[in-house]
């Protein structure tokens, strides 16, 4: 396991939180995440409106390792009207356990999958759904608190992960 690069996880509350962003199929590397985040930023500045936090990545079903498919995506004050290529919504709320990584992005799945087993040794469960057998994740997401795009060297990278547990995760 890549423990090296994570923090010990715990349990945090957020609250729901607009965002808009753009919906993409990715390989396992991510790399198109900083290009799509400029993007949807560009998209922003272009309305006169400000993000209201970090730009993150949405992972919604992980299952197929060459095709991933995610929502990169930008906090905003408020709930916004997409178009035909930019999608709007709200990252929900709830307790989520949360863990940052620390380190090159190359070893980022080694600490998301650490965070998930976490959840597992600790008696918790994701949320999550299934529509036929793709398993779809409700609230699994990563902010990137280093910029990527201005932080080249990327060993000193660090990234948030949060993944929404089941409602009734304290009962």
């Known amino acids: 396991m890549c423990m090296q690069y994570m923090n010990e996880p715990t349990i945090e509350e957020r609250g729901e939180q607009p965002y808009v962003g753009i ?4 390989t ?10 400029a993007e949807v930023l560009a998209w922003l500045r272009a ?20 095709q991933r498919l995610i929502e990169v995506g930008i906090p905003t004050k408020k709930l916004l ?4 290529h930019i999608i709007s919504g709200y990252l929900p709320g709830g307790d989520f356990a949360h863990a940052i990584h620390n380190g090159p992005p190359e070893h980022f799945w080694s600490s998301a999958d650490h965070l998930a087993g976490w959840l597992e040794s600790e008696g918790l ?3 999550l759904r299934y ?7 409700d609230g699994h997401m990563a902010f ?3 910029d990527p ?17 089941l409602a009734d995760h304290a009962a």
């Open 149 to 165: 795009v201005e932080k080249r060297t990327p060993d000193a990278w660090a990234i948030e992960l949060f993944i929404l547990l």
């Open 28 to 37: 396992e590397q991510v790399e198109e995440a900083p290009e799509l985040a």
């Open 144 to 146: 990137f608190v280093t």
């Open 125 to 127: 469960s994701a949320a």
């Open 131 to 137: 529509e036929g057998e793709t398993k779809i994740w």
């Open 81 to 84: 009207q997409g178009d035909h």
């Open 47 to 66: 309305r006169n409106e400000a993000a209201a936090g970090l730009p993150f990545i949405r992972f919604w079903c992980l299952e197929d390792h060459e």
């Open 23 to 26: 919906t993409a199929r990715v």
